[in-house]
């Protein structure tokens, strides 16, 4: 991801204060057009501001209605607004809500005092403390939800995430405690006993030494064999109690259950789920789940797993429905549970992982219109980016 100066009007390439440069993704038409940050969390974590502000900021200055979806990272103005007006808008917020009055460095922490609703900040780079003007309506927005305080050591360790963290660290500890502890004593070794023997009787010992290695050997093999087994069902014991229970079960349940059995992080999962959950004719499944799938969804790995679960529930209804591939797949990606990035590679050539080749070459056929224009997009917001930057060096 290109990283830009935090204040922009410092052209020193060494800079050390840098943030993402803002990307900006329109979707819909009509009364429902709306721009889509999708990096708004990691610029905001570079600012040292929740999310929040800065979306709020963005939609009081545009005269714009917000959407803010912190679980699913979406963080959503009304309208149409590229990324070029918004990055000036964002300069703005850092001048009037990030940067020290005094040294001009973005290391300021914020703080409310409840009696007179003023916000007033320290700046850790040179000491200075100020106050934030109120006159700007985000104000009230900062009065009403105040930046997470940042706990000492202290207090930290008297809080119940604090206990947890400390108590799974001594877990780690007393893990490599007791491993250590069943490690062989080392033995001194007596220099003159360096030599092999190579009696008999010594090398026959040696070979039934082997053989029993190589029987425990053997024998882990069967034992990893036997987990592979029990891995196996569990997705399938996974995929009938989706078909006892759903819909009958919320997502928050589902992932409960997930988590219970311990695959909450597998990309197999993620291939039964879509193949239980996502119902004829596809189109708006996928956004019900949205959340579901945005926490699931966490690697490439899980992204592909998504698509191939998508590519098994078209085999296994014999593409009746072939015709909405691109929409549902528009879908997906407007819900942000696949990258551009995978969508390219997938797109790039049908492969057998999931599902038969003929079925992957259909449905890839049927998805040409919508890798057609993720392209075209994709280029459009290259050339975007380069014509930015070709104006910034200009200035």
Not at 205 to 234: C, F, I, W, Y
Not at 327 to 334: A, D, F, P
Not at 338 to 361: C, I, N, P
């Amino acid at each position: 991801m290109a990283t830009i100066n935090i204040r922009r009007d410092v052209k020193d390439s060494f800079y050390r204060y840098r943030m993402p440069k803002l990307q900006s993704k329109i979707e819909g038409k009509g009364n429902g057009i709306k721009t889509v940050i999708p990096n708004m969390s990691d610029i905001a974590k570079a600012l040292g501001r929740p999310p929040l502000y800065v979306t709020k900021f963005f939609g009081f200055e545009l005269g714009a209605q917000t959407t803010i979806i912190a679980d699913m990272d979406r963080y959503i103005v009304n309208g149409a607004h590229d990324a070029g007006k918004l990055q000036d808008l964002l300069d703005v917020f850092i001048r009037r809500f990030v940067l020290c009055a005094s040294c001009q460095n973005p290391e300021t922490e914020l703080s409310i005092n409840k009696k007179d609703q003023t916000i007033s900040y320290d700046c850790k780079a040179c000491g200075y403390r100020g106050v934030i003007d109120g006159r700007h309506k985000l104000t009230g927005v900062i009065v009403k939800n105040p930046p997470a305080k940042k706990k000492s050591h202290k207090h930290k360790r008297d809080s119940p995430v604090a206990e947890e963290e400390d108590g799974a660290e001594d877990e780690l500890t007393r893990r490599i405690r007791q491993e250590a502890a069943e490690l062989p004593t080392a033995e001194v070794v007596n220099d003159e006993d360096w030599a092999v023997d190579t009696s008999e009787e010594a090398v026959r010992a040696r070979v039934q030494e082997l053989e029993g290695n190589m029987k425990d050997s053997l024998t882990l093999s069967d034992l990893r064999g036997d987990e592979e087994e029990a891995e196996s069902s569990r997705y399938d014991q996974f995929g009938e109690w989706l078909e006892d229970n759903y819909p009958g079960v919320s997502d928050v349940e589902i992932y409960k259950k997930m988590k219970e059995e311990n695959i909450h992080h597998k990309s197999k999962a993620i291939v039964v789920l879509v193949q239980c959950i996502i119902t004829s004719p596809y189109v708006g499944e996928f956004e019900k789940h949205g959340a579901l799938f945005k926490k699931l969804c966490t690697t490439d790995k899980h992204e592909r797993a998504l698509l191939g679960g998508f590519e098994r529930l078209m085999e296994n209804t014999e593409l009746v429905h072939i015709d909405v591939v691109p929409k549902v797949l528009l879908e997906i990606y407007q819900n942000d549970l696949v990258s551009d990035d995978m969508f390219e590679k997938w797109g790039a050539k049908a492969s057998k992982k999931y599902v038969s080749r003929e079925t992957s070459k259909k449905i890839h056929e049927a998805a040409e219109p919508f890798l057609t224009w993720l392209a075209e997009a994709s280029d459009e917001s290259e050339s975007e980016d380069e014509e930015e930057e070709e104006e910034d060096d200009d200035e």
